[in-house]
């Protein structure tokens, strides 16, 4: 019996959910608070470790080209995006 009412449970939240966020002024509510969230778990982190939070300061919108973890990064991501479209147009 228990197997069938947990996903109706989450059924029910996802209808109650969506139904909430219907109305602009409850999506905004929402994003208010997500955004008050958020800025208070990076405040909380920044504290526990101000070195890390600093690093990631600094190397935000600057990238180095000989940091290897970030080149790497980046020509994956790039690599996914040319793989993908050579995918799709094989496919057709």
Known sequence: ???NIN???WL???IAGASYLSKQENR????EHYHSVKEKIVDFLCEQNPSSC???LDKAG????HDLGDTRMVGEGAMYSVEYYNKEEQQE
Do not use: F, I, R, T
């Open 1 to 3: 019996m228990s197997k």
């Open 7 to 9: 996903p109706l449970l």
């Open 12 to 14: 029910g939240l996802g």
């Open 28 to 31: 905004e509510k929402v994003m």
């Open 54 to 56: 600093q690093d990631l």
């Open 62 to 65: 600057n990238p180095d080209p």
